[in-house]
């Protein structure tokens, strides 16, 4: 499909393990955006990548937490030494740059889902 | 400090009824709302903008008061398809991300 897709799309894995997510948009989104949604929380933004433009990275609740995006496309988000609050679903979504305030329309893919014991 | 605030629910109502939800935001410097829905276990979805003078799609209508800084959803003859999760979403001035609500539960039964 033409959709957003995530990879993989459950995870387990032991505290202190570093762990990678994989996205990859939507073909001619620019912009890409990865949330986190816990047990009963609402969805915690998380980084924003806007075409060449500087990441905002201003959600990252720690400097355990990273991403790139590599070419413009595909998006990897690390966290290293993972703990046990770190446990979500971990979403990507894209969008069409500059559209977002007129349109409200994210594409979100179905997460990656991250338990850590 | 981007807040958007939601009543949890759930909101459980028979099929045919009406139902209303309200979300409340913190910051007049906003931009544009939207509803989103979210299915148990899927990803959010956009369901609509929210606009000043009222939207209406169908048995749904969104309405914005700035003056309060409220946005509410109003379904109506509601559907057992209509349960779900409805986020409220807003994207604030200066901003390029959406600041989403806690989301609040429907649950329609026959």
């Known amino acids: 499909g033409a959709g957003v897709s995530q990879s993989p799309s459950n995870k387990v894995t032991e505290k202190g393990k570093d762990v990678e997510l994989r996205c990859d948009p939507i073909s001619g989104h620019t912009a890409l955006y990865w949330y986190r949604q816990s047990l009963g929380q609402g969805l915690e933004f998380l980084i924003y990548?806007?075409?060449?433009?500087?990441?905002?990275k201003s959600g990252l609740p720690s400097d355990r937490f990273s991403a790139e995006r590599t070419g413009g496309s595909v998006s990897t988000l690390t966290i290293q030494r993972t703990q046990q609050e770190d446990s979500a679903v971990y979403l990507c979504?894209?969008?069409?740059?500059?559209?977002?305030?007129?349109?409200?329309?994210?594409?979100f893919g179905e997460g990656s889902r991250l338990t850590v014991l | 400090r981007k807040e958007v605030e939601q009543d949890p629910g759930p909101f459980n109502v028979p099929e045919g009824a009406t139902v209303a939800f309200n979300c409340t935001y913190s910051n007049s410097a906003s931009q544009s709302f939207f509803w989103y829905r979210q299915d148990c276990r899927k990803e959010p979805k956009l369901l609509m903008s929210?606009?000043?003078s009222g939207n209406e799609d169908g048995r749904f209508t969104a309405q914005l008061n700035r003056a309060s800084q409220y946005i509410s959803l109003l379904i109506r003859d509601s559907k057992l398809s209509d349960s779900a999760t409805y986020l409220c979403?807003?994207?604030?001035?200066?901003?390029?991300?959406?600041?989403f609500g806690k989301g609040t539960m429907l649950l329609v039964s026959p």
């Open positions: 929210v606009y000043s």
């Open positions: 979504a894209s969008s069409i740059m500059g559209r977002l305030a007129n349109t409200g329309e994210l594409f």
């Open positions: 979403v807003v994207v604030y001035s200066g901003y390029s991300t959406l600041t």
């Open positions: 990548f806007q075409g060449n433009s500087a990441p905002d």
